[in-house]
């Protein structure tokens, strides 16, 4: 695994539970909003942390944080992403996947094989829009068998939005909450600069 940065405890990333975050480096979008493009843009990547480091913070933090939130960048597009979780599961950690949706092959072998406890998808914009957004090209059927996939696992689970104002519109919202039938959807603001240089601060503390 190819990992940026880690949160070492946060109460608002993972539903109900204590959690540390793990970034994985590398996405197939580049969302005119991404808060994390060191984490995007090959260039600007640094020095990929060790897993054997994560692995060593996890094992020192068992018995006060309960789980770990894998993010990115696009987590899915690793290989090793089941192998990685099974070690994160071997802890006793809960296992929270963030994605955009892109891979629903990995998706569904995380489901398959009980690694994952929490999936959070993003809906970036109403499928129509999504180019406007992540400036690629996307296949929507993908996301749609992501969005069937999550739905139908039984597991606990999130539809979310970044409300960017300047590309969304108020119909674009409704749209969202209609492909979601409302159900597990949440709307969030689209942060300005200053916050998102804050955040990639938190991503280089040393761990
Ligand atoms: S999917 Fe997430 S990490 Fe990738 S470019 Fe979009 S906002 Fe950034």
Do not use: W
Request: charged letters at 30%.
């Amino acid at each position: 695994m190819k990992i940026g940065g880690l949160i070492k405890f946060t109460l608002i990333d993972f539903p109900g539970r204590p959690a540390a975050v793990v970034f994985t480096q590398g996405c197939n979008f580049r969302c005119r909003y991404c808060h994390n493009p060191e984490l995007v843009y090959p260039h600007l990547f640094t020095e990929p942390v060790a897993e054997e480091e994560i692995f060593s913070f996890l094992q020192r933090r068992q018995g006060s944080l309960e789980g770990v939130v894998v993010s990115g960048g696009e987590p899915t597009l690793h290989d090793d992403l089941p192998a990685f979780m099974a070690r994160i599961k071997a802890l006793g950690y809960a296992v929270k996947l963030d994605t955009n949706g892109s891979r629903p092959d990995m998706i569904q072998e995380l489901i398959d094989k009980k690694l994952v406890d929490y999936i959070a998808m993003d809906l970036k914009a109403p499928l129509d829009k999504y180019r406007e957004i992540t400036e690629v090209d996307t296949n929507t059927d993908i996301l749609r068998k992501s969005m069937d996939l999550i739905r139908q696992s039984g597991l606990a689970y999130e539809f979310r939005t970044t409300y960017d104002k300047e590309v969304l519109t108020e119909a674009d919202i409704e749209n969202l909450k209609q492909l979601t039938d409302n159900i597990h959807y949440r709307v969030q603001e689209c942060l300005p600069v200053a916050k998102e240089k804050a955040t990639l601060k938190v991503l280089h503390k040393e761990i």
